[in-house]
């Protein structure tokens, strides 16, 4: 292949040995080579988003019960470079609880082609733990028969550990004997720890999505002059009465913190 500088074009050339000289042929292979050239891009382009969203891609082929990941799945595994591994061997990267999950899942893939998404714990290297979100669909053939499965793989590790982080809060908040409520600025609560359970009668579960004003009946003009003074210094904290699920009223002492977005705008009020 070669390119004509001056018009940009580029010619497929051939050259055949003739008793007289040589025959040289030109085909026109530009709108190919664009093609191809967009290709490489897209190819490009594909993995550097597929590492930065950290997200790899996998094929088992079921015939020869090999697995081969992309360049990033095998990243993800703690090795490097596309890999090919007996099924066995790619198994033994995860963690015992993991494997089994996903041995069981692929086989239901491959025998009754249902999908799969699944969280796995894995071994990324010596003495480091990953969680992966693993997910799969079954590739059959023109009589339905399954080949291959194909899915992709990503790294969830901070995900789930900001999760088990949150999970760990919510439990020692659900601990503490006060009532703790999250709510944004119309009053709709969006937490209620079990001490708001204790204080005043509703369970969490029909607390979630109401307002204050509507669940506990607050004095209105209270309300609105401590949400004055919120707004103005950020914190509140004094004294208000309110019912509990059983129309008893009680006098509560509260303080009030104002929550800011990333913007520093008002989001929320932890009472």
């Not at 002059?225 to 309110?242: F, K, N, P, V, Y």
């Amino acid at each position: 292949e070669a390119q004509d500088p001056p018009s940009g074009r580029w010619y497929d050339i051939r050259c055949f040995p003739r008793p007289d000289g040589l025959s040289l042929y030109f085909r026109n292979i530009t709108e190919a080579v664009a093609i191809r050239q967009e290709l490489r891009r897209n190819e490009a382009l594909l993995r550097i988003a597929s590492r930065m969203a950290r997200i790899g891609g996998w094929e088992a082929d079921l015939d020869t019960d090999m697995v081969s990941w992309s360049e990033e799945a095998a990243i993800l595994h703690g090795a490097s470079g596309r890999l090919v591994h007996a099924t066995d061997d790619a198994l033994r990267f995860y963690m015992p609880d993991s494997r089994q999950v996903i041995s069981r899942v692929m086989a239901r893939c491959a025998r009754a082609g249902r999908p799969f998404d699944e969280e796995a714990a894995l071994m990324a290297g010596p003495g480091r733990v990953a969680w992966v979100r693993i997910m799969g669909q079954a590739v059959a053939d023109a009589d339905g028969r399954t080949h291959r499965i194909q899915g992709a793989i990503q790294d969830i590790t901070e995900r789930k550990l900001a999760r088990g982080r949150l999970q760990e809060q919510a439990a020692l908040l659900d601990k503490a004997q006060d009532a703790i409520i999250v709510r944004d600025l119309e009053g709709h609560i969006s937490y209620w720890n079990r001490g708001a359970e204790r204080l005043y009668g509703w369970p969490a579960s029909e607390a979630l999505g109401r307002t204050i004003a509507d669940l506990l009946a607050e004095d209105p003009d209270r309300h609105r002059e401590a949400m004055s003074d919120l707004l103005a210094q950020g914190e509140w904290s004094g004294e208000i009465r309110q019912e509990r699920r059983d129309g008893s009223v009680l006098t509560t002492e509260a303080r009030w913190t104002l929550v800011r977005d990333d913007n520093g705008l008002p989001k929320s009020v932890l009472a």
